[in-house]
């Protein structure tokens, strides 16, 4: 599967973002599906993680509470919302996907195919 990330851009602090994830294929809905960020300097990181049905989600302590992962299969697309964006969260998200695994395993290292990666940046 290819995976396409957009939604991108620069916020101000308090606001909100919605990311994208477009796959290719028609096995979309096998895929349990992952969002990760990469800050400069730092560790790539999980964000969430939603699984294929769309019915569980699990989200990283650092957006739990402000943030929603979701799917529609029937697009072949995976979004998460972030609101109350801080500074902190400025980063490289990635989407992610895996056929085997759930998405309660957050490692990076359990999915096989990644995106590109689109740019957040949180600055006033």
């Known amino acids: ?17 919605r990311l994208s994830c477009v796959a290719s294929g028609d096995t979309f809905n096998l895929y349990t599906m992952g969002w990760f960020r ?6 790539r990181e999980f964000v969430a993680a939603i699984s294929q049905g769309g019915r569980r989600e699990f989200y990283s302590d650092s957006v739990r509470g402000r943030s929603t992962i979701s799917r529609d299969n029937a697009k072949n697309t995976a979004f998460i919302q972030i609101a109350s964006l801080k500074p902190e969260d400025t980063a490289v998200y990635y989407c992610a996907a895996k056929l ?4 309660y395993e957050p490692g990076a290292d359990t999915y096989r195919y990644w995106g590109q990666g689109t740019l957040v940046t949180v600055s006033s």
């Open 100 to 103: 085997y695994g759930t998405a």
């Open 1 to 17: 599967v290819q995976l396409q990330a957009s939604g991108g851009g620069s916020v101000q602090p308090g606001g909100s973002l």
């Open 38 to 43: 990469q800050a400069p300097g730092k560790e």
